[in-house]
């Protein structure tokens, strides 16, 4: 884990409102995993305060990228950054993806896509590329531009899109009950609180391992301001809570209540 | 003008004399270990741990904490591992470090207090306890001990006589008149006040028209308080001879001089580590480099130097 004064490299519109960014991270490049995150320092003064979370979406060599919607002051301010600017990020945090044996299946809704590409080349770089990719998104104009990059690393790509404008028309989770029937299969997913529900409730049904990346409110992404909290599924000893960025983001769907 | 000898940092906070004056406030450094990778922690002035209770607490429902603008609430409601697997698990390695760890300590009942002092008392590692009567965001205990000068003059002067440890008693913001409290609590046996803790705010979201923090009110920390807590620490140190520990939005060398000027003895980062996880480093370096600036030889020459002419 390292504070990491990066350097940025470009900035890339996909949509009216989301975004890459690519950042020369050399440090946190070096160490990062799949699923992990990144705590970036935007704007100089006071406001905003926190640093703000966001997944890995890539790293190779020096390069790391985010893929990020602007929803707020913090993300308009990442949004305007030229090439050169310098952006501080801490990581890279949190427990990422398990990689576990048999067929994965990657499934991202809206921004939750963004942890899945590293994911899917971690997978092919060890010999099990992913057996399905499912991206969602609310418009064909959200998902196709992320097309290009998820290609190469799994033969079944597949859109669902809310308004039908692209690929499957219906929810992510729609789109996982769609898929034949893959015994053994692990899916790893990440995406709006509804989806992950519906996912963790098909996987239990059918028998399936799922592994979800999670988000929560955060200050220091780092176990030591204890507001990350999430009811656990489990209580453990002295705590019903789990905290996302120290046992997350990523969880076991069993570890957490779906209910 | 301009030093070219080291000047001299350290400085008594009341039955313990720390290498400097900067120190990391309890709740926002973990138990230090998490800020090892970004720092020397033997460099710091003293470390204060996250705030323990005799029995484990599972702390509030999320969410948790909010940003506003320079500055942030939070409701985190004291989670915490309980005394007895702090000793056992956080202890081993903090004694290791070579700076003075003070625990921030919390009861429902002033008995709690007393059983919590007793406990740590003869503990190894453990420099000295902080009793935090200030937490706004426990149903008991915290906050209602520290807007009263006699309750608060009573767990001051338990925890007092259950331990041998220098006592330092964190105030909270959330009272009338600090002058009053901080005068109770140094009649009871203090070895010093720490203030400020974070002050009882709320924020809404006015497309749900819920609270934004799940126990509806927490605690606002952060650059937003900081001239409220200078005032409090000036006032605080011209009602008592003890040493005074400022906080509230330490985030440079200037907000730290600045409380020491008004009256600080020390001062401890909270919610600036969270930015940067260096901060504390960083405003020892540049106390030190102001000094130095300056042609000052001791930071202890410093404390409580404002003028009103
Ligand atoms: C572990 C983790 C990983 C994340 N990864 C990514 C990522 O890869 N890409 C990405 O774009 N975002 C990601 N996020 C979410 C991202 O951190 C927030 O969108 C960002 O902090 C918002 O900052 P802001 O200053 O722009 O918005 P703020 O000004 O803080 O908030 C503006 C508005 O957006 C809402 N908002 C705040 N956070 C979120 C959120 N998480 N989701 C939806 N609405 C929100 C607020 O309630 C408010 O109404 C991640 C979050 C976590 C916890
Ligand atoms: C997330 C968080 C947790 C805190 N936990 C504690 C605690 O356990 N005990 C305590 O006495 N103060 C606690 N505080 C208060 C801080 O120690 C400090 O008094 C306050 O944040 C003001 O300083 P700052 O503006 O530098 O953050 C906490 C503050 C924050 C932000
Ligand atoms: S964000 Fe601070 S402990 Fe998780």
Avoid at chain 1, 12 to 18: K, Y
Avoid at chain 1, 85 to 94: I, K, N, Q, V
Avoid at chain 1, 212 to 235: H, Q, T
Wanted: aromatic fraction near 6%.
């Amino acid at each position: 884990m390292l504070q990491e004064t990066c350097r940025v490299i470009r900035l890339e519109r996909l949509s009216a409102d989301t975004w890459h960014l690519f950042l020369a991270a050399p440090g946190i490049t070096a160490r990062v995993h799949a699923g992990q995150f990144v705590m970036a320092a935007v704007g100089a003064g006071y406001d905003p305060l926190l640093r703000r979370p966001f997944s890995v979406h890539f790293a190779e060599g020096d390069d790391l990228i985010l893929y990020f919607r602007v929803v707020g002051k913090g993300t308009e301010m990442l949004a305007s950054l030229h090439p050169g600017d310098r952006l501080s990020l801490l990581g890279p945090l949190g427990k990422g993806f398990k990689l576990t044996e048999g067929l994965a299946i990657l499934v991202g809704g809206g921004i939750g896509i963004a942890p899945l590409l590293l994911l899917a080349k971690e997978l092919a770089d060890g010999n099990n590329p992913a057996a399905a990719i499912i991206l969602a998104g609310r418009t064909k104009a959200e998902v196709t531009p992320l097309a290009a990059s998820f290609q190469p690393w799994t033969k079944n790509l597949i859109f669902a899109t809310d308004d039908g404008s692209f690929g499957i028309r219906g929810r992510a989770d729609e789109a996982v009950a769609s898929l034949p029937p893959m015994p053994g299969a692990v899916v790893y997913t990440c995406g709006p609180q509804p989806m992950l529900r519906a996912i963790a409730h098909f996987c239990r049904d059918h028998k399936m391992k799922c592994q979800v990346s999670v988000e929560s409110a955060m200050a220091c992404g780092m176990g030591a301001c204890l507001g990350c909290a999430r009811p656990a599924a489990r209580p453990a000893e002295g705590g019903g809570y789990v905290h996302v960025c120290l046992d997350g983001p990523v969880f076991d769907a069993e570890a957490l209540p779906w209910d | 003008m301009g030093l070219t000898a080291s000047p001299d940092l350290t400085v008594d906070i009341g039955g313990l004399t720390l290498k400097n004056p900067v120190m990391t406030a309890s709740g926002t450094f973990g138990y230090a270990r998490e800020f090892a990778p970004f720092m020397d922690l033997s460099r710091l002035g003293a470390i204060i741990v996250k705030g323990i209770s005799l029995k484990p607490r599972p702390g509030n429902p999320p969410p948790r904490i909010v940003e506003i603008a320079c500055g942030m609430l939070n409701a985190i409601g004291l989670e915490n591992v309980g005394v007895e697997r702090f000793i056992a698990d956080k202890m081993p390695y903090l004694r290791r470090l070579d700076t003075p760890v003070i625990v921030n300590v919390l009861g429902e009942t002033v008995e709690e207090y007393g059983e919590i002092a007793r406990r740590l008392s003869g503990v190894p590692g453990v420099a000295a306890l902080e009793v935090n009567i200030s937490c706004p965001n426990v149903q008991k205990g915290g906050v209602a001990f520290g807007s009263d000068p006699a309750a608060a003059a009573k767990v001051t002067a338990t925890a007092k006589k259950n331990c041998a440890l220098p006592v330092m008693v964190k105030l909270s913001p959330n009272v009338t008149d600090i002058a009053a409290i901080a005068k109770a609590v140094e009649d009871a046996g203090a070895d010093s006040i720490s203030l400020i803790n974070t002050l009882l705010a709320m924020a809404v979201d006015i497309n749900s028209r819920r609270p934004k923090l799940a126990n509806v009110m927490g605690g606002l920390s952060g650059p937003a308080i900081k001239p409220i807590a200078v005032r409090m620490v000036y006032q605080a140190s011209r009602a008592v001879k003890i040493p005074v520990i400022g906080i509230g939005g330490v985030t440079t060398a200037d907000d730290a001089l600045e409380f020491i000027i008004a009256g600080a003895s020390a001062v401890q980062l909270g919610t600036a580590s969270f930015r940067d996880a260096a901060a504390a480093a960083k405003v020892l370096d540049g106390i030190d480099g102001w000094l130095r600036q300056q042609g000052i030889a001791s930071v202890a020459g410093l404390i409580g130097s404002l003028r009103l002419d």
